[in-house]
């Protein structure tokens, strides 16, 4: 299948997990990708693994703190002058935190919504002109199944997710006339190295925990089940997909 043959694809998080899965899931279609991430060896680990596909001559990286408007500007703005227009936004980055609410500091919640709720906003901003021209742009963003289901510790992470997929949804009735999508997924129990270790407070009630077990009995997926997903909302598979979140989590909360 080659859904992305000559579509330009800018993907962030794109150094580890989910994000670098769709990279080489978009890659293997035949798209071109710029893969963003803050962490340069995540990136050179995303690119060792495309130069063993055959798929390097379409794939760039580019690193960029999405959390930083000038990097942002800087990283993201000159790779869609680069590519000379984008098709399709995947915004993969994200940071995940955990503490007891009460003792959350504001330091500790501000950099959770600077990365994931505000670096959304900042690349969704940078992108939307190059996406509007396209007149079939599509933007994937990444909520949680920590936005709709309670998960302890998780309250400041809940709150950028929830964010995330209320911004989702606004800019997919703003700028669905000019033929935009914007569509959030709701990942859960993906193996990932933010779910290798969530940074639980050391006296977390982890009876909680033990309860969240995807449905289908085969314990967590792998990031490509959810970049399979992506790749599918992004394509043309996709194309009456708009305004709304898919939930991937195996069942966890069905
Ligand atoms: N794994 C899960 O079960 C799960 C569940 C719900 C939501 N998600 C969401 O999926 C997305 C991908 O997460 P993952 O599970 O692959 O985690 P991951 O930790 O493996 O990947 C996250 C990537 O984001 C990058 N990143 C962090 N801060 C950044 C910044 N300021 N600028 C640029 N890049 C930055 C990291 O370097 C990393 O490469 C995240 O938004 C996460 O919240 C994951």
């Known amino acids: 299948m080659k859904r992305f043959e000559g579509r330009r694809v800018l993907i962030t998080g794109a150094g580890s997990g989910i994000g670098q899965a769709t990279v080489h899931r978009i890659l293997a279609e035949g798209g071109i990708v710029v893969a963003v991430d803050v962490s340069e060896a995540g990136l050179a680990a995303t690119h060792q693994r495309a130069e063993a596909d055959g798929t390097a001559d379409q794939l760039s990286t580019v690193v ?8 942002v500007r800087a990283g993201v703005g000159g790779a ?5 227009g984008l098709d399709v936004l995947v915004n993969a980055a994200g940071i995940l935190r955990s503490a007891h609410t009460e003792q959350t500091t504001l330091e500790f919640w501000n950099r959770m919504l600077a990365v994931n709720l505000t670096g959304t906003f900042l690349v969704t901003r940078e ?16 909520s949680s199944t920590s936005a709709s289901f ?7 992470y809940a709150a950028t997710k929830g964010g995330i997929q209320s911004f989702t949804h606004a ?11 914007a569509v959030s997924v709701a990942p859960g129990s993906i193996a990932s190295g933010m779910t290798a270790d969530p940074g639980l407070p050391a006296d977390a009630d982890m009876s909680w ?8 009995g085969q314990g967590f997926a792998g990031p490509e089940t959810v970049a399979g997903v992506i790749a599918m909302l992004a394509s043309d598979d996709g194309a009456f997909v708009t305004g709304t979140e898919i939930r991937i989590d195996g069942g966890t909360h069905a």
Not at 127 to 134: D, E, G, N, V
């Open 64 to 71: 960029v703190d999405i959390s930083d408007e000038a990097s």
């Open 80 to 84: 869609i002058t680069g590519l000379g």
């Open 127 to 142: 992108a939307l002109p190059a996406l509007l021209a396209t007149g079939r742009g599509v933007v994937v963003n990444f």
């Open 150 to 156: 309670a998960h302890p510790y998780m309250a400041a």
């Open 171 to 181: 800019i997919a009735a703003e700028y669905a006339k000019q033929g935009l999508r």
């Open 209 to 216: 925990f033990v309860k969240l077990q995807p449905a289908l």
